[in-house]
T-cell receptor, first 113, second 117 residues
Framework: GESVGLHLPTLSVQEGDNSIINCAYS??????FIWYKQESGKGPQFIID?????DKRQGQRVTVLLNKTVKHLSLQIAATQPGDSAVYFC????????????FGKGTRLSVIA | GAVVSQHPSRVICKSGTSVKIECRSL??????MFWYRQFPKQSLMLMAT?????????EQGVEKDKFLINHASLTLSTLTVTSAHPEDSSFYIC?????????????FGSGTQLSVL
């Protein structure tokens, strides 16, 4: 289940189940979106990206969905594994300009073996 | 392998001292680099945009005299935390953009954990 802690919400899933992590972005002008995985004490690791002219993109075990109408992104992880346990951030950017990446609040994924 | 190198990975210092963090793009030139700060259990917050050959652009609430940024070459940006205090303890991460790429062009350093005693 999902719970909202003091800062990062936590999503707990059973190993082998599918995970869905949601994110709301803020800037209607953003045209490039990225999901990152961050393990403790490390920098963000690229998972998958999507441009605003698409609404779905699939990678290996991961799928990103984009709903521009409600400014919503989701990351789906199939057959979640213990190694997927980490904090996941969505990020948005107006790629046409050399602007910085803006990160969402993040979700901690906890995989129960 | 890493395309953005950040050093040191961890530093412990006494209150009042200054700490310099380096961020290097290894196989591409980066006219712009970004510095983020992350407190425990929180997201990455942009501190400043480092511009090669010109002044950095700081986000609202970030003291430019406190966090000195120098982007002296196309492959190196440094962040100096001056007169560090315990409240500056945080995880600092740099990012650089490889404009030659169409996708996956944003790269992050491995981060620097700063602990001020």
């Amino acid at each position: 289940g999902e719970s909202v802690g003091l800062h990062l919400p936590t999503l707990s899933v059973q190993e082998g189940d599918n995970s869905i992590i949601n994110c709301a972005y803020s800037n209607s002008a953003s045209d490039y979106f990225i999901w990152y995985k961050q393990e403790s004490g490390k920098g963000p690791q690229f998972i998958i990206d999507i441009r605003s002219n698409m609404d779905k993109r699939q990678g290996q075990r991961v799928t990103v969905l984009l709903n521009k109408t409600v400014k919503h992104l989701s990351l789906q992880i199939a057959a979640t594994q213990p190694g997927d346990s980490a904090v996941y951030f969505c990020a948005e950017i107006w790629d046409s300009g050399n602007t910085p990446l803006v990160f969402g609040k993040g979700t901690r994924l906890s995989v129960i073996a | 392998g890493a395309v953005v190198s950040q050093h040191p990975s961890r530093v412990i210092c006494k209150s009042g001292t200054s700490v310099k963090i380096e961020c290097r793009s290894l196989d591409f030139q980066a006219t712009t680099m970004f510095w983020y700060r992350q407190f425990p259990k929180q997201s990455l917050m942009l501190m400043a945009t480092s511009n090669e050959g010109s002044k950095a652009t700081y986000e609202q609430g970030v003291e430019k005299d406190k966090f000195l940024i120098n982007h002296a070459s196309l492959t190196l940006s440094t962040l100096t935390v001056t007169s560090a205090h315990p409240e500056d303890s945080s995880f600092y991460i740099c990012s650089a953009r490889d404009l030659r790429r169409i996708r996956e062009k944003l790269f992050f350093g491995s981060g620097t954990q700063l602990s001020v005693l």
